[in-house]
């Protein structure tokens, strides 16, 4: 997928990419990437005390950002009804990352651009919402081109889906649901 190598090579360069998930478009880097977690959020407005997501195309790829030790096992992802999972960091992931939050959000992606880019750059990376903290999240292309093709440096073609909508957030541990998704 020529989109997925054109991602890759902008966030292994330090970028910022905007790309379809499961439901809404999303603004992405790599994780470990201070600078570029720190332009995300100044594109969003959003405060670092929120923390972030992290998605993956496999669970394997989460093996160096979560604590092992204490995980139960993630479920397979329902494409019709994603959810993120809060668990317990490992130790490297930064704190502006998680925020404020004593847990990392984390799912496992079943867009099919959204995993083939984490496949080529062989581990998760960020994925927030394309949205300005507290405005509605672009849903179509043409809003999230209008709204952030300036302000990122590739916007991946693609549709979102098959979700319609922000996935559901539960704690791994209890299963209890912390934001009802939609689907």
Sequence with gaps: MMAATLASDVLLDGGVIAYPTEGVFGLGCLPDDIDAVERILAIKQRSPRKGLILIAAYPEQFDDWIDLSVQGVLPDPDPGKPVTWIVKPAARVPAIVTGDNPGLAIRITTNPIAA??????????????????????????????RSFGHLVDYVVPGECGPASGPSEIRELETGRILRPGRS
Excluded at 116 to 125: F, N, T
């Design 116 to 145: 083939a880019i984490c496949e080529a750059v062989d581990m998760p990376i960020v994925s927030t919402s394309a949205n300005v903290a507290g405005r509605p999240v672009a849903r179509n292309a043409f809003v999230l081109r």
